[in-house]
């Protein structure tokens, strides 16, 4: 074998090497979190999705029915709120880029994107929580809407602008109106639109930060309404994986295994889903 | 085609989660609505101390067993996070371990909401040691414990620990000495013993919730996040002593050393030890609900008394005294159930210690103090 053969080997098998040592993480965390995670389930049956956690001196754990209904109720309610504000701020910097709001809206997301989302949780606080006296899962609603908008907004502007201009120029010149051209736009461009989308649910899912001042968790209850404090997966195990009660610690790495299949699901549903379009 | 499959699919998801959310609400709408005499559950929300937590989540549910139509939702955030939310008046108490700081405490006490604590639950701080092959139990004093965390104690066989132990066979090993990383009630406490057991090597500016440990200075200070970090470092490092949360400490099953008493006596925490320290503290608590707190909470550690445990300490409840008429006799019926079926034993959870009966009769003065706004 030559010099050049060889070292094309080494350098082929380094990179395969690096690229499993990079991805490992993530099969360690899906590993880890199943083989805890998994025996919970099967431990409390039907009862882990349908009950609230049991006290500690239980002999057994109960259920995270209350964080599960929780964790959909305020990523339905963020997204509801957050994806049309992001979607069409995005649409509108992509059509006018050169327009001052589109500066001014594009370095606030920047920044917002800095900022930590415990400083979301706590500005929601003080315009929410503390004139009502009361947390909510409104408040919470907002919060994670706050944190999401950036994410949706800086995906689906990427998406709009990487739009061959080519492509655009003939749609105008074939007479199409411009609301018609921005409908088009999106749909060539739905992988990236629905991927800002995707980024920005799970974020929402994910995040613990913005609920602790907002939502503040309520665990002796299903579902309490909007205007009552709501739990949230996150938030669950944030608190129950660090008290040292067996029951506890049991339904927190249930509830992290029930995260992680959600976003696993969340992903493959849609890239099966939204085919690339061709062009 | 793939338009039409997202459509579908965008849909599917649709229906899916709109059906979920609406059987959600109406399920939720079904149980607040009780019986026709309540029409809303009342929630009383509290949030502070971690330590409470699994202790007051068991009383929020077997309360609400007894009293359907109240719920009680803590949240643990802290019992810094707690006092300040307490002020702010967006919960209907807190929990703390330590009372309200003196000035915190005058600010609330001249509103016109006013303010009552009360110890609810005893904790303690236990000295857990890791000596492979050791035979026997360790025996300490707050001043070779307040000397290992100087650094000044080097080694398992220093003829101060041998002379406090003549029956035990110390191995020639360097102590490690594992002490808390995060800001922490139990490190306060520990400290504050310190400081009471030994004021000549242990100054009072050590005594914080969290402060610059000198054994760190010599490399054999070691620091954990939380009891389970400082749990974890002491088991998986032999020779090696920390100060563990007693109700965490019994969920772990590592050895911890006796500890001598202001009276001489070398005693184990126990409940019955515990108990008897607040027994002994019970008369410094001050004359009145609304007073300051921080003398006997102070006086519970390294109390008098043959049987007290002498790292002893009470955990907090911080009440208003005047509630809005919807929720005044939630939260009397709340603290007179704590302070009775409460404290029995079917109620309290493991690691936990109830408050003596004198302190129970004492807290339920508190009956008498609150008032409705309307």
Redesign the interface.
């Known amino acids: 074998m030559d010099t050049r053969r060889l070292k094309d080997k080494i350098f082929t098998i380094t990179v395969i090497a690096l690229s499993i040592v990079a991805i490992a993480p993530v099969f360690h965390i899906i590993i880890y979190v199943s083989y805890r995670g998994l025996p919970v389930i099967v431990e409390s049956g039907l009862e882990f999705f349908t009950s609230i956690p049991n006290a500690v001196t239980d002999p057994k754990p109960g259920g995270i029915a209350q964080a599960i209904i929780g964790t959909l109720y305020l990523t339905a309610t963020a997204s509801i709120i957050a994806v049309p504000i992001a979607t069409l701020a995005a649409v509108f910097s992509s059509e006018f880029p050169r327009s001052r709001l589109t500066h001014v809206v594009r370095a606030a997301s920047r920044s917002l994107l800095e900022v930590a989302t415990i400083i979301v949780g706590m500005l929601v606080f003080a315009l929410l929580v503390l004139p009502t006296g009361r947390f909510t899962a409104v408040a919470g609603s907002v919060a994670l809407a706050i944190v999401m908008i950036p994410y949706v907004y800086t995906y689906v502007e990427l998406a709009m602008l990487s739009v061959p201009r080519t492509y655009v120029d003939a749609a105008y010149s074939l007479g199409m109106s411009r609301a018609l051209v921005i409908y088009h736009k999106l749909r060539i461009m739905r992988r990236g639109v629905v991927r800002g989308l995707m980024i920005g649910v799970t974020k929402a899912m994910g995040e613990t930060a913005p609920l602790l001042f907002t939502a503040f968790g309520a665990r002796n209850v299903l579902f309490g309404g909007p205007l009552e404090p709501i739990d949230a997966l996150p938030l669950m195990i944030f608190q129950f994986i660090q008290t040292g009660y067996d029951n506890w610690i049991k339904l927190a790495w249930g509830g992290a295994f029930i995260l992680l299949i959600s976003y696993l699901t969340l992903f493959i549903v849609t890239r099966v889903l939204v085919k690339e379009v061709k062009y | 085609m793939?338009?039409l499959?997202?459509v579908a699919?965008v849909l599917i998801v649709l229906v899916v989660?709109g059906a979920?959310?609406m059987i959600?609400?109406r399920?939720?709408?079904g149980?607040?609505a009780q019986s026709p005499e309540t029409p809303r559950?009342v929630?009383l929300?509290g949030?502070g101390a971690?330590f409470i937590?699994?202790q007051l989540?068991?009383w929020?549910?077997?309360f609400?067993a007894i009293y359907p139509s109240i719920?009680?939702?803590y949240?643990?955030?802290g019992s810094g996070t707690g006092q300040t939310q307490f002020m702010?008046?967006?919960v209907d108490f807190a929990g703390s371990d330590p009372p309200l700081p003196a000035s915190r405490w005058a600010e609330a006490r001249g509103r016109p909401e006013g303010v009552i604590q009360m110890p609810v639950i005893l904790g303690s701080v236990v000295i857990a040691y890791n000596i492979p092959g050791l035979e026997g139990r360790l025996k300490l004093d707050g001043e070779t414990i307040a000397l290992i965390y100087k650094g000044e104690i080097e080694y398992w066989d220093d003829p101060r620990i041998k002379a406090l132990n003549p029956d035990l066979k110390l191995p020639n090993q360097k102590i490690v000495a594992v002490h808390r990383s995060d800001s922490s009630g139990t490190t306060h406490i520990f400290t504050l013993f310190l400081h009471k057991a030994a004021p000549h090597v242990w100054p009072k500016e050590l005594v914080e919730k969290a402060i610059e440990w000198p054994v760190d200075k010599t490399g054999r200070g070691l620091g954990g996040k939380?009891?389970?970090g400082v749990v974890e470092l002491v088991r998986r490092t032999s020779y090696s002593i920390g100060y563990v949360e007693y109700?965490?400490a019994v969920?772990?099953g590592l050895p911890w050393a006796l500890v001598r008493n202001v009276e001489g006596v070398f005693i184990d925490a126990t409940p019955e030890t515990i108990m008897a320290a607040a027994e002994n503290a019970y008369p410094l608590l001050p004359p009145s609900l609304e007073d300051d707190f921080n003398k006997a909470w102070e006086a519970i550690v390294y109390a008098p008394g043959k049987n007290s445990y002498p790292i002893t300490s009470f955990s907090f409840l911080i009440f208003y005294k005047v509630y809005s008429p919807d929720k005044v006799d939630a939260i009397k019926k709340f603290i007179e159930w704590v302070n009775t079926e409460g404290q029995k034993p079917k109620n309290i959870?493991?690691?936990y210690v109830p408050i003596p009966e004198s302190i129970r009769q004492y807290n339920l003065r508190a009956l008498q103090l609150i008032k409705s706004s309307g």
């Open positions: 793939a338009n499959k997202l699919g989660v979920a959310i959600v609400m399920g939720g709408e149980e607040t559950q929630v929300l949030s971690t937590h699994p989540d068991k929020a549910k077997e609400t719920r009680i939702e949240n643990p955030t702010q008046k967006v939380g009891n389970q109700a965490y969920l772990t959870v493991e690691g």
